[in-house]
């Protein structure tokens, strides 16, 4: 993936970035934030987990149980120290 596509990525509204590989690629390169992508992926443990690994705090922008789940929670905190 070419960083030009990737930096339109953090430019595209919401509800538009939803493929979960261009995502996940955009969020360990640190060109894309939790908050900016759907709902759907904000639930999903794999986007989660390469968000946290990048910044812990985002944490709070993650969805349903995945805020107390042990792997994310744990990754969270190991990119904080």
């Given at each position: 993936m070419s960083r030009d596509i990737?930096?339109?990525m953090t430019e595209i509204s919401p509800q538009?970035?939803?493929e979960k590989e261009k995502?996940?690629?955009?969020?360990?390169q640190g060109n894309l934030q939790l908050y900016?992508?759907?709902?759907?992926?904000?639930?999903d443990?794999?986007?989660v987990l390469a968000a946290v690994k990048?910044?812990?705090?985002?944490?709070?922008?993650a969805f349903g149980n995945l805020?107390?789940?042990?792997?994310i929670v744990l990754a969270a905190v190991k990119e904080k120290t």
């Open positions: 990737i930096a339109r538009y970035v939803t995502v996940i690629a955009a969020l360990k900016s992508v759907s709902k759907e992926l904000k639930n443990e794999e986007v990048q910044d812990g705090l985002i944490l709070y922008h805020k107390n789940d042990k792997k």
